[in-house]
């Protein structure tokens, strides 16, 4: 089997693969540590991605003596990356690049990570582009509280796997749940419509966090997949199996 890490701004995730198949998910390193205990003796490699402290998770890997590539720009991939500064692109958005390629069979591809922030990952001839990246969510409500001296901060979580039908706010509460979750609708509605216009057969996924919340408001044809990261991962290893 193989052990995919993914170490975001706010939570380690995991999953054991048995070929392409999850054979077993969870969250936070004392789930993982319970999970190797358990497995360790299948585990034949481990990939980890992280744009976060991964110290703990590693020093983890090596107690069990299972073999770990950790994702960095240089890591060969199962796709090309064209981005310009491979040192700063974050391996969660190649992850995504590389998974969306190998479930579009090679279509052009663009992959919305809606977590603290959102990234949008265009793949396109068997290659990594690029994309664009900007707030998340829980990120914007939390930017209208800290850098105005009245507006509260709203807890939207309520919301979260919901539709949201609210339009002219009647209150503050109210008019910044609006500007919000309508701006970000609209934001990732505009974005992929400029991709459609630009490339014919366009696929368009979306993962993270905020995943419900999206594949529940988004008028766009769009395919969701919460363990994309992790998924991802998992081809690299087994590409190079």
Same mark, same amino acid.
């Given at each position: 089997m193989h052990l995919a890490i993914d170490i975001g701004n706010t939570v380690l995730k995991f999953a054991l693969f048995d070929g392409e198949r999850m054979h077993e998910k969870g969250s936070g390193i !004392? /789930?993982?540590h319970q999970s190797l205990q358990e497995n360790a003796g299948k585990v034949s490699r481990a $990939?980890? /991605?992280s744009v976060a402290d991964s110290l703990l998770a590693m020093e983890l890997i090596r107690k069990f003596n299972i073999p770990l590539t950790v994702l960095l720009h240089q890591t060969p991939l199962p796709i090309g990356n064209?981005?310009? %500064?491979p040192q700063t692109l974050g391996s969660d958005r190649l992850t995504l690049a590389v998974a969306a390629h190998r479930f579009f069979g090679g279509a052009p591809a663009l992959v $919305? &990570? /809606? &977590? %603290?922030c959102i990234t949008y990952n265009f793949v396109h001839e068997g290659n990594f582009i690029g994309g664009a990246i900007s707030p998340g969510i829980t990120m914007r409500f939390q930017a209208l509280n800290h850098y105005t001296a009245k507006l509260p901060l709203v807890d939207w979580q309520s919301y979260r796997d919901q539709h949201y039908e609210g339009l002219t706010g009647v209150?503050?509460?109210d008019s910044i749940l609006s500007g919000v979750l309508n701006g970000v609708v609209? !934001?990732?509605e505009g %974005? $992929?419509?400029q991709y459609r216009q630009r490339y014919s057969g366009l696929r368009v996924a979306v993962t993270g966090g905020d995943?419900?919340?999206l594949e529940k408001n988004l008028k766009n044809d769009i395919f969701a997949r919460p363990d994309m990261v992790l998924e991802g991962l998992n081809y690299i290893l087994l590409d190079h199996a």
């Open positions: !004392e /789930a993982l $990939i980890m /991605a064209l981005y310009k %500064t $919305i &990570g /809606a &977590g %603290t209150n503050s509460q609209q !934001e990732i %974005t $992929i419509s995943m419900a919340f």
